[in-house]
């Protein structure tokens, strides 16, 4: 187990228990630079008003228990670590309602939509509804992209799948 996978092994899980309708969460995610082997690294994502890496959750691994409800995720992304200043979330063309992230699980658009909200494509309200009264878990990474680097970048996580655990 390398490093970063140890890393996001050790982080909290966000967990949400439905049926509370309409609760919001502000995140703040800090993508970073891969090492010097190119293996890309974790990518921290805290609760807005908690920055500290002891307070981090695994980037990737929500799991949200059924019950009828939704859960709205504010998601602002800060690129100061990541070393290219104009790092934005993708802004996906039309409805797909994917924006910043590559959706790993089957079923997954049913119930997670994500919308970049900001002008500066920095702000990104993801949507988790659920419907059918069945446990799920959302694998996927999360997708950007830097006009002046005219590249995309994906998060790494190590434990990424297309059927989470």
């Not at 959706?103 to 658009?109: A, D």
Request: aromatic share 12%; proline share 7%; net charge negative.
């Amino acid at each position: 187990m390398d490093s970063t996978e140890q890393k996001c092994a050790d982080m909290k899980v966000l967990e949400w228990n439905f049926p509370e309708d309409g609760r919001e969460i502000n995140l703040i995610l800090k993508p970073k630079p891969a090492n010097e082997q190119g293996i890309p690294s974790y990518w921290q994502l805290n609760e807005a008003g908690n920055p500290g890496e002891a307070e981090a959750y695994g980037n990737m691994n929500f799991k949200f228990k059924c019950g009828k409800g939704f859960l709205t995720l504010n998601v602002t992304l800060d690129p100061s670590e990541f070393g290219i200043d104009d790092l934005q979330f993708f802004d996906f063309p039309g409805l797909l309602q994917a924006d910043g992230v590559i959706p790993l699980t089957r079923g997954f658009r049913h119930q997670f939509h994500s919308r970049v909200v900001s002008a500066d494509k920095r702000t990104l309200k993801i949507r988790i509804r659920d419907e059918d009264m069945v446990p799920d878990e959302f694998a996927f990474l999360w997708f950007c992209y830097s006009p002046s680097a005219d590249a995309h970048f994906v998060s790494g996580d190590p434990k990424a799948r297309l059927d989470p655990e």
